[in-house]
């Protein structure tokens, strides 16, 4: 019993809505310099991409409890 409490301790652990925002929130922030930077046509193709992975993300993870 007290097994199953320390792993969902654990689990909450890491499911927690504070480090994993701003994990996504990096993310969006990584797109949006990608988007801009004049150097590389590869960055600029894979902004959209990370912007939308950041973005869907911090919607996953506005859901996560405090």
């Known amino acids: 019993m007290s097994g ?3 792993a969902k301790g654990s689990v909450a652990r890491w ?6 925002e701003a994990v ?3 993310l969006i922030g990584g797109g949006i310099i990608m988007l801009v930077q004049p150097w ?4 600029y193709s894979y ?10 993300g911090f919607v996953i993870v506005s859901h996560f409890p405090e």
């Open 4 to 6: 199953s409490v320390v």
């Open 15 to 20: 499911f927690r809505r504070g480090p994993w």
């Open 24 to 26: 996504a929130m990096t």
């Open 40 to 43: 590389s046509i590869d960055l």
């Open 47 to 56: 902004s959209f991409v990370t912007i939308l992975a950041g973005t869907v």
